[in-house]
Nanobody, 116 residues
Framework: QVQLVESGGGLVQPGGSLRLSCAAS????????MAWYRQAPGKEREWVAT???????NYADSVKGRFTISRDNVKSTVYLQMNSLKPEDTAVYYC??????????WGQGTQVTVSS
């Protein structure tokens, strides 16, 4: 019923930028806040940013001022613009519900590697 597909990751040098996309199918996008999460090797998955239905964002302190979350409700897509990337941003990035993640909705994620 609900599928989330992340894309846009890649290899970037420190200080560089990437724009991630999360395309949603099903009805959940129109109802729910959406969020980006990430999981680095050997670490638990952590919350990165949330965007509410009307477009208001919240960010983790670690990315505040560098990342921008946005959404296109017509395209059912949520984006994460990542600027001034640091090696510690290296992780697999996932999207899911914004208030609480639903284990049914985890997609394949998209790998972001920040390295020189």
């Amino acid at each position: 019923q609900v599928q989330l597909v992340e894309s846009g990751g890649g290899l970037v040098q420190p200080g560089g930028s990437l724009r991630l996309s999360c395309a949603a199918s099903g009805s959940i996008f129109s109802i729910s806040a959406m969020a980006w999460y990430r999981q680095a090797p050997g670490k638990e998955r952590e919350w990165v940013a949330t965007i509410f239905r009307g477009g208001s964002p919240n960010y983790a302190d670690s990315v505040k001022g560098r990342f921008t979350i946005s959404r296109d409700n017509v395209k059912s897509t949520v984006y994460l613009q990542m600027n001034s990337l640091k090696p510690e941003d290296t992780a697999v990035y996932y999207c899911n519900l914004g208030l609480y993640s639903d284990p049914r909705y985890w997609g394949q994620g998209t790998q972001v590697t920040v390295s020189s």
